[in-house]
């Protein structure tokens, strides 16, 4: 019970949440709702990218969106090469996937892998079931959805 007491005491006295502030950046070029977004360094600079979902005009967006962390900018990177809504989006080293995800009509199995450093992508195995609004993580070397 002291050791969790102490612990406690530490963290309330250590990390004062005054030191923790948000900041705006630069807007995004169109608003992207139900996408997927990953983060990524690479040469000391941090990127997030955001990939499909919907617009702000309610339109399902092939757009895949980088932005600088460093530089406070937004690029417009190679386009998705499905509509996807509600997929699953992972980053395991160099790549992206996003798997699934609803389509007009329905959902879908496909899985689509995007490499970072090459800002193209490629269709991969399908996934074994229709998959919509889902998870995806990695685990080690692994994929887990």
Partial sequence: MK?????????SICLQPSQAQ??????????????????HVENDTGYLYLMGGRNQDSDLS?????????DDSWETMADVPTEPLGSSGVKIDNDSFIIGGGIPG????????????N???S????FPRIHADGDA???QDSLIY
């Fill in 106 to 117: 329905g959902a879908t199995r496909n899985v689509h892998k995007y490499s970072i450093p």
């Fill in 22 to 39: 948000w900041v705006q950046g630069e807007n995004i070029p169109e608003g992207i709702r139900a996408g997927n977004a990953i983060s």
């Fill in 62 to 70: 092939l757009k895949n969106y980088r932005y600088n962390l460093n």
């Fill in 3 to 11: 050791t969790i007491l102490l612990i406690a005491t530490f963290f």
């Fill in 137 to 139: 993580v990695k685990y």
């Fill in 123 to 126: 269709r991969v195995s399908d």
């Fill in 119 to 121: 800002n193209s992508w």
